[in-house]
């Protein structure tokens, strides 16, 4: 199947810096990637749908100057977290989606541990 | 609102023993149905899907599910438990017609294999 990278996979930063991930599709291209945000043990929350040159959509709830998403090109996302805070450490993850016909099935990325010290 | 539910928070299954976890959604019409598995340091991999047609879907490793629509529950099953099952396993919902945009997950059940 389909390979989507993420870097870093583990990331522990300073409280009021900013961190930015980067979702990768390896071997697709995707004009649409989503992320999302998931806490221990706790369910997948999807924070916003990344699109390739235009404004990604936020869900409700999710400060878009706080995450900043840009999606450069047909294979790279990122996900900035600006001026971060303990209460922001989590588990990032993306997903793109394959183009195709019909359902686009998603693949996944493996993570980025967010440590907010 | 659209929401899907997996009761089971933990479960601990016998290495060999069949294995049963639990789905149900809540959704204005039938949805596309998933499971997914997350392991340690690996992104979600899909199991198997259900998108219409035949209720009973086949999946890798071994995995089925039934789609159950009088009970909005979409149950994931196996046989026989092999010890590297042990994960993560969650269950999501698309609209219909969805090309491939956003999945609401459930809470997840985590299984654990004793030998």
């Known amino acids: 199947g389909a390979v989507v990278s993420q870097h870093p996979s583990r990331v522990i930063c300073k409280s009021g810096t900013s961190v930015k991930i980067e979702c990768r599709s390896l071997?697709?291209?995707?004009?649409?990637m989503f992320w999302y945000r998931q806490f221990p043990k706790k369910s997948l929350m999807l924070m916003a749908t990344?699109?390739?040159?235009?404004?990604?959509?936020?869900e409700q709830g999710v400060e878009k100057d706080k995450f900043l998403i840009n999606h450069a090109s047909l294979t790279l996302s990122t996900l900035t977290v600006t001026s971060a805070h303990p209460e922001d450490s989590s588990f990032y993850i993306c997903?793109?989606?394959?183009?195709?016909?019909?359902?686009?099935?998603?693949?996944f990325g493996p993570g980025t541990r967010l440590t907010v010290l | 609102a659209q929401s899907v539910t997996q009761p089971d928070i933990h479960i601990t299954v016998s290495e060999g023993a069949s294995l049963e976890l639990r789905c149900n959604y809540s959704?204005?019409?039938?949805?596309?149905l998933f499971w997914y598995v997350q392991s340690p340091g690996q992104g979600l991999q899909l199991l198997l899907k259900?998108?219409?047609?035949?209720?009973l879907v086949q999946g890798i490793k071994g995995f089925e599910a039934e789609f159950k629509r009088s009970q909005s529950s979409f149950n994931l099953r196996k046989p026989s438990v092999h010890w590297s099952d042990a994960a993560e396993y969650f269950c999501?919902?698309?609209?219909?017609?969805?090309?491939?945009?956003?999945?609401?997950f459930g809470q997840g059940t985590e299984l654990s294999v004793k030998p």
């Open positions: 997903s793109a989606p394959t183009s195709g016909n019909f359902y686009n099935e998603q693949f």
């Open positions: 071997d697709f291209q995707a004009t649409t």
């Open positions: 990344s699109n390739e040159g235009s404004k990604a959509t936020y």
């Open positions: 959704y204005g019409a039938t949805p596309y």
């Open positions: 259900y998108f219409s047609g035949d209720t």
């Open positions: 999501a919902v698309a609209p219909p017609s969805n090309q491939g945009g956003k999945l609401i």
